[in-house]
């Protein structure tokens, strides 16, 4: 099937026997916006201008068609629109082609399509914000430096000494600078519609941030969560339902049209920057200009305009509530709330008091190598579930923790969490507790057919049968620390090797060998294990 492109449908549209009426669809009524996060986030700051998530945008507006074919626009529409998503309902006819309408977005665009239409100057006073409207007509595009004519003259954009910009709404009728879908349609007779838009539009994200507040006694954390709302287009939706989506969903991403940001408004000056001739081309002046003048002063550059406010954050005090949606979870905020253009906005999450938490000391340990004395890494580790005061599913996010130090708090260190479901474990990296320093040696290798001292077993720890391991390992813990330690060690065994015997109980964590002390203040300990390669057809219950 031959895929139509967007220039031939408009050719198609314009070759029609019937002329089609333009209409306008009414501003939004009632707006809903759905964001999906970005498949590649975990936690981190969220950047306006890299935004990898999307958002499923419904809106309700008002129509009236008259009979006949209709060219209905919605202006207003997301920047990041994908067109080939929209879905038009509530029409009495079907939709008969879909178009988004790119070159109607940026400035130099607005310019070009202006040329010798009535527009106003709009100039603004900075010291007292009045703003002045000169009518005028544009005589020049934005390429070669903008000209336009007033009751006063010929003038060039940006000369006058103050802000300059233009107010198009005198150009010609349908002419906007707000991005716009527009749809082809049919009615046999004039009828007033309720109809919803719905489309998917790429530059939106959301991020979930905690803080956690631990105890003085370190055995719980006040927990609370936000939910950062993130809109990189140019386009807002006031008072819009608000929900994020958590979860990896599987997206086709196909090419959307991109941004369309124009090309540069050039505003370009001459020396008595108000004149009754248009500047000559460039080519007609030579190296020193008319009666030798310098070209660098005859053709003086605008200063640029001041850069944007950094993204404003807003922050509510609202809490959203979390749903199931298919296997994904679905958090709606309860009111409505403004997805303002170019804005991020947080929303609270949760709150939880009193969580109990267990500090852990651990260390990975690479079972094939020696090394130095090195800290563990301290976490704070509790369970998903009522018992400890939480029992809902948190996405992936950031956790900032603190700890009261005298009467303020201070902060102890940033944790990623993953995804986590009801009745998982939740673990929260903290960064080295030099306090708590481990070591491996490798004491002993099998070499050839020889073997190596068997190590006295713990009874019932481990497999008892005679064997011939491959390597004997040592790791030494030390707690320098005033308070009681509980270290884990991880052992990285390769699925090739299984451990046949230790001097200290064994468990399993995480798919994981794990040897688990308790060391009180400012003691240590050693302990040794033995692998050897696994035999064909073996497991671990042997």
């Not at 408009?10 to 498949?39: H, K, W």
């Not at 460039?282 to 550059?301: F, K, L, T």
Request: aromatic share 4%; net charge neutral; charged share 20%.
């Amino acid at each position: 099937m031959r895929r139509l492109t967007l220039p031939l449908l408009v050719a198609l549209a314009m070759a029609g026997p019937a002329r089609a009426d333009d209409v306008a669809a009414s501003p939004p009524r009632s707006l809903a916006v759905t964001i999906y996060r970005a498949p590649d986030r975990r936690q981190g700051s969220i950047d306006l201008d890299r935004l990898g998530g999307f958002a499923l945008i419904t809106e309700t507006r008002n129509v009236h068609l008259p009979a006949g074919v209709s060219r209905l626009r919605f202006e207003g529409v997301a920047d990041g629109i994908d067109a080939t998503t929209a879905i038009v309902t509530g029409l009495p006819s079907s939709v008969i082609e879909k178009n988004r309408d790119a070159k109607l977005l940026s400035p130099s665009a607005l310019i070009a399509a202006s040329l010798g239409q009535p527009v106003e100057l709009v100039r603004t006073n900075p010291a007292t914000g009045e703003k002045q409207h000169v009518p005028g007509t544009i005589l020049s595009d934005a390429d070669g430096g903008v000209v336009f004519k007033t009751a006063d003259g010929v003038e060039a954009l940006r000369c006058s000494g103050l802000p300059e910009t233009f107010d198009f709404a005198l150009a010609t009728p349908g002419l906007t600078a707000r991005p716009t879908l527009s749809v082809l349609t049919k009615s046999a007779h004039a009828v007033d519609a309720t109809v919803t838009l719905s489309y998917i539009a790429r530059g939106f994200d959301w991020s979930a941030d905690y803080v956690a507040t631990l105890a003085p006694d370190g055995k719980t954390i006040d927990l609370g969560g936000w939910v950062t709302l993130a809109n990189g287009n140019g386009i807002g939706f006031p008072a819009a339902k608000a929900n994020v989506v958590a979860g990896r969903l599987n997206r086709d991403t196909g090419e959307v049209e991109p941004f369309d940001i124009g090309s540069p408004v050039i505003a370009r000056c001459w020396p008595h920057q108000t004149t009754s001739d248009l500047p000559q081309p460039e080519s007609a002046y030579d190296a020193h200009g008319p009666a030798g003048m310098p070209v660098m002063m005859m053709r003086m550059m605008a200063p640029p305009p001041p850069a944007p406010p950094p993204p404003a954050i807003v922050v509510t005090g609202m809490k959203v509530v979390q749903e199931q949606l298919g296997d994904l979870k679905l958090y709606r905020v309860p009111e409505n709330t403004d997805v303002a253009a170019r804005e991020s906005k947080q929303v609270r999450l949760l709150d939880r008091a009193d969580v109990p938490v267990e500090r852990i000391y651990r260390a990975d340990i690479n079972p094939i190598a020696s090394d130095n004395f090195h800290p563990a890494t301290m976490l704070l580790r509790t369970k998903n579930d009522a018992a400890h005061h939480l029992g809902l599913p948190l996405p992936s996010g950031r956790v900032t923790v603190f700890q009261a130090s005298g009467a303020r708090p201070m902060l102890v260190g940033n944790a990623g969490i993953r995804d986590t479901a009801v009745n998982e474990k939740v673990e929260l990296a903290l960064g080295d507790a030099p306090d708590v320093q481990v070591r491996q040696t490798l004491e002993a290798r099998r070499i050839g057919g020889s073997s190596v001292e068997m190590l006295p077993l713990v009874p019932g720890a481990i497999w008892l049968r005679q064997v011939q391991p491959s390597r004997v390992a040592r790791i030494d813990v030390i707690n320098a620390g005033a308070k009681t330690a509980i270290v884990e060690l991880r052992i990285g065994i390769p699925p090739s090797e299984a451990i046949v015997r230790a001097d200290h109980p064994l468990s399993i964590g995480d798919g994981r060998p794990v040897f688990r002390v308790t060391l009180r203040p400012h003691e240590s300990t050693a302990i040794r294990y033995q692998t050897q390669p696994r035999k064909a057809g073996a497991d671990d219950a042997d």
